[in-house]
């Protein structure tokens, strides 16, 4: 098929879904109010509570759910199921289920004082739920924060071209920080500013890589980045939200921007088949469950809800952005997974590359040097032949990466910020020496910092896939719950609930007790088959809960009350 006519079909989906759809979750579930005051105005504490400009917070959000994860995702799902079940799950996935997840996640926190989800969850079914909750968030969070940092210090040693764009962007989103609120400078020559500094930053670190000395082992090297990033995920969570993270997320969605105009530039100028095959079996892995497990992020993730409810929501401005914000926002990621997918399966050639080839070509020896290398290459092949002014395949691949590289560094200190926030909110609330911002930084930091040192992370990684998408069950559990106590309709929450609770149960349960699995291998895992089995009771526990909620509501709607007589006794 070819990849423009693809591209459009999925962008027009997308459009006439938020139009319509989004509009319908808009009235008729949330009944959205301009007119009330937002946390981020009633609170506006300077630091986590901070009303943001729709554009800025536009980035933020988009920056943040994004990540690694439409990278990661998209490039495993056409590498295990073909190009063709990859792109089905993500149009339907992100308008149907992602969408309403992350709109949802987000209006929830808002009418609940922007706390986090598990707070909402604690409103709405009950404290038991509010602590497993938690504690289900707060670990998928080391995950990602060790993950991210493996990928981001893999992609720093392996492309070194990468180091000025990726620390400089940061330097630039602080000033640019300054130049809008501290001296109310016009926000857009600052951001035209931003955005050719951003590119000057790509170019000059295309001349001047900075490479770690080649004496150095891998294991050295990889400790050094790690080391950096970590600290960067120290001081940067710490740091008031309009300092760094609004202005470098922002400048983060722009690069995106210009990316996906190159991109799909590139597919209207230049034919792209796919090499990918469109369908493929997986003998170690069925299409279902696992399809919608491996391929989270750019369909949906149960991540997303603990951005929204955890940043997002205490800089929501005004509610009638919410939609833009959080449902745009997935739909917007949805097209960046679909890119992905035909960046690696058509700019890719299939297979290893032969005797004598050029191996970074070659979809397996791209992938060997990690997703943001694989994603780069394909990228840089399609653009790169579109004959763009400057825009050499090598040049454009490095804009690939960087574009990559710069929501890696989001998701890293937006990821730690939220476990700041969880620890605190969740689990010591009233402990003055554990709700301190630094040590309930260090709190995540400290575990994520000895996984990725350790590579034990490379164990437990493995249910981060299952454990993600039930987040996103529960999270549409408990809205859907939320929707019927106050007599909303639910089953735009509760049918998605309902298919990603059935789908993650029954992916944790094949993985658990397949020929081979966690409990069935002769060597098999008991920690891993211990943990997904854990994770099955906490998805019942929480069905349990939800379904008691909404039984008690119903009855308390159907008791008919009986007014006071008003007849005179005599």
Sequence with gaps: MNTLTLFALVAAWFCLGYIFYGRYLARRLIGENTKTPTP??????????????????WGHHFSSIAGAGPIIGPILAVSYFGWGPAVLWIA????????????????????????????VAAVVMGQRTRLLFGILLWVTLVFIVTVFAIGGAQALINDPRLCLPTFGVCLVAMAMSLAVYRFRLPALPVILVAVVLTFGLIAAGFHYPLALPAAWSLQTKLGVM???????????SLLPVRVLLQPRDFLSSVLLGIGLVLGVGALMMVPTP??????????NRPLWPMLFITLACGAISGYHCIVSSGTTAKQLANEKHGRPVAFGGMLMEGLLALLVVIMVGAGLKWGTAPAGGNPM??????????????????YGRIVGQAGFPWLTQAFSALIGATMVKTFVMTSLDTSTRLGRLIFVETFFPRVPLLNNRAVATLALLLPSYWLAMSNKWQTLWKMFGASNQLIAALTLMVAGTWLVTRGKP???????????AVTT???????????????????????????ALLLCALAVSVAVDAATTILRSVRKVQTPTIAPSTKSTG
């Design 274 to 283: 796919f090499n990918a095959p469109f369908y493929q079996a997986d003998a």
């Design 505 to 531: 149960l029954a992916a944790l349960l094949w993985q658990t007790f397949k020929p081979g699995g966690f409990l069935t291998s002769p060597d098999g895992n008991l920690l891993l088959g211990s943990v």
């Design 490 to 500: 639910s089953l735009p929450a509760m049918l998605p609930a309902l298919f990603m």
């Design 40 to 57: 981020a105005r009633c609170i506006n504490d300077g630091v986590d509570y901070s009303p943001a400009k729709i554009s800025f917070l």
């Design 92 to 119: 339907l996935g992100s308008l149907l289920i992602g969408a309403v997840h992350d709109y949802l996640a987000l209006m929830l926190s808002v009418r609940h004082g922007g706390k986090g989800m598990a707070e």
């Design 226 to 236: 790690l080391t950096l990033l970590f600290g960067y995920c120290f001081l940067a």
């Design 361 to 378: 070509a070659f979809f397996e020896n791209s992938l060997e040097k990690g997703w943001i290398i694989a994603f780069s290459n394909g």
